[in-house]
């Protein structure tokens, strides 16, 4: 992959999640030495499978799984430090270092508290419109970033008395409209403080100017991953609003989200699956509430890493990846879960909708026109081989061959990467 790769790699999913991206920003490491996390929080679930252990991180980014990593947690980020410590107390646990040696928290990210997973719980539950949120607090607490005055950031941490006295506020605050909105319980402000001002002490060590280490490290030549969480079609801005999450999570907030410069990134990777899935509510065009879904479900293991919720599955959308590709300025392409495909007779691609009787050749990521529009579809052979033990290009069905060439030429980027298995070694590199 070295000789794949000249200079800095943005890893992003290129539909609404769970491309696999985990893997593929591991695989990239192997050669990197800092990986930055920019935007989204604990609602992130990225699984890795090194050897027998399987490892599913939300918080920490991939490369604490390579010895000699820096990994960042940027400004971006929205950090629950509950979800960080326990992920942190498991993996160290199980033999994987995790010190201020190789993991660094940006002082501006802004923080989770346990009135922004109330709010979002209680509104999944009480409000029309749910979102079908991962009830991480992602939106209550992306929404005070916003609002300024009841957000508290990382730093926020460091000073213990000043800290108290606006928990105090904000939770007797927060109570009140709680109460009102959703007759929900109150917190007990002094208990927050007193379990924060504990992480607080407990992360000092760890809390850095990640911003500055960043440009440090670019200038000092190392090589950077930065590893998007979600996916560009769940972007806040540009993903299919409201069914989105709350931060930039396509490649474009990773300038905001790790404070870095364009020209610090020369390579954007995209990820996406050999079909289509989604968890949560929001329009879906190819989705296959029927025995294909099913089939691609089971095969694919596709329940949430986070909420263990059945994915919604179907078949490969280009009007969806090609517009990613597009806004992003892809360069590379991973192409994951191809062996999920196995077995079927026809597999089909979505080439084009029709809405009211027009056709519509490119995407609109807006909900009026997503919920109206009929799929176009293009037919292929599919093939019967388990991939699963494949390892070369050249020996994949020719079957199997002539889909990527298609999904390629439909996508508008070159698939480099081809992954048929959950392990670093069940990947075909095409040069
Ligand atoms: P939230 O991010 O918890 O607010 O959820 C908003 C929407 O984004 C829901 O439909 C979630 O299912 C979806 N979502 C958030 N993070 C991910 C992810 O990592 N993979 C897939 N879907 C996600």
Avoid at 265 to 289: L, S
Avoid at 374 to 381: A, C, D, G, R, S
Wanted: hydrophobic share 40%; aromatic share 8%; net charge neutral.
């Amino acid at each position: 992959m070295a000789s794949l790769l000249n200079g800095n790699t943005c890893v992003v999913g290129l539909q609404w999640g769970d491309e696999g991206k985990g893997k593929v920003v591991d695989i990239l490491t192997e050669h990197a030495e800092v990986v930055v996390r920019y935007c989204g929080g604990a609602n992130a679930g990225h699984t890795v499978r090194i050897g027998s252990e399987k490892y599913a991180t939300h918080l920490l980014p991939v490369g604490v799984f390579r010895p000699g990593v820096l990994n960042l947690i940027g400004n971006g980020v929205v950090l629950d430090p509950a979800v960080l410590f326990r992920e942190i107390d498991e993996f160290v646990g199980r033999g994987v270092p995790i010190s201020p040696v190789n993991l660094r928290i940006s002082y501006k990210a802004h923080l989770v508290m346990p009135y922004h997973m109330q709010e979002d719980a209680a509104r999944e539950i009480q409000s029309a419109g749910a979102i079908g949120t991962t009830r991480r607090g992602i939106g209550p607490t992306y929404a005070d970033k916003m609002q300024r005055a009841t957000a508290l950031r990382v730093a926020d941490l460091q000073h213990e008395e000043k800290l108290k006295a606006r928990i105090c506020q904000i939770v007797t605050e927060r109570n009140k409209v709680l109460k009102v909105l959703y007759d929900a319980p109150p917190l007990d402000w002094l208990e927050t403080f007193e379990a924060y001002r504990d992480y607080g002490r407990r992360m000092l060590p760890f809390i850095d100017d990640v911003g500055h280490t960043l440009i440090q490290a670019w200038r000092d030549g190392k090589r950077i991953v930065f590893e998007g969480a979600h996916a560009v079609l769940l972007d806040v801005d540009h993903g299919t609003y409201p069914y989105v999450t709350s931060s930039n999570c396509s490649a474009l907030g990773l300038y905001t989200g790790a404070g870095a410069p364009p020209q610090m990134v020369q390579n954007f990777f995209g990820i996406m699956k050999a079909y289509t899935t989604r968890v949560g509510g929001g329009p879906f065009p190819t989705e296959q509430d029927n025995n294909i879904g099913s089939y691609i479900r089971e095969r694919g293991n596709e329940y949430g890493t986070t909420t263990r919720r059945p994915r919604r599955c179907g078949w490969f959308d280009a009007m969806a990846v090609r517009y990613s590709v597009d806004l992003c300025g892809i360069t590379h392409i991973a192409l994951t879960l191809l062996d999920v495909l196995s077995g079927l007779e026809q597999i089909r691609i979505c080439t084009g909708y029709n809405v009211r009787g027009q056709r519509l050749d490119y995407f609109r990521a807006d909900m009026d026109t997503l919920a109206d529009v009929e799929p176009i579809y293009e037919t292929l052979p599919g093939w019967k081989q388990d991939l699963s033990q494949v390892r070369r290009w050249a020996d994949l069905p020719s079957e199997a061959k002539t889909y990527v060439r298609r999904l390629e030429t439909l996508a508008g980027a070159p698939i480099k990467m081809v992954s048929v298995g959950a392990e670093r070694n069940a990947t075909l590199i095409r040069d």
